[in-house]
């Protein structure tokens, strides 16, 4: 696996309409963020490093760079080999 890079939202600034880094407005993170690997905490709020608006990342489903979500996939996805499972049905089986 790929070693991970620090994040960090240092030199962040926090203005009126949310956290400005590096000239990008960044918001804080919804309740379905808590979890995910993705989220760095500043002063009294958490944000994304990846998405600046995390909420509107949830509105269509899920946010597809959520760490937390994929790991919970992992687990009940069972990957299924097409060409022996025509020969498990065409066996009977
Ligand atoms: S990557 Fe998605 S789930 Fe993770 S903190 Fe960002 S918006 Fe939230």
Known sequence: MAKKKP???EGAVKTDAGLNYKGVIMETIVEKCEGCDRVVPFE???YCTTYAQPALKWT???CNFAT???EAEKGTKVKVNPLKASKRAARGR
């Open 7 to 9: 994040v960090s939202l």
């Open 44 to 46: 009294d709020a958490s």
């Open 60 to 62: 269509k489903g899920k």
């Open 68 to 70: 937390h979500t994929r």
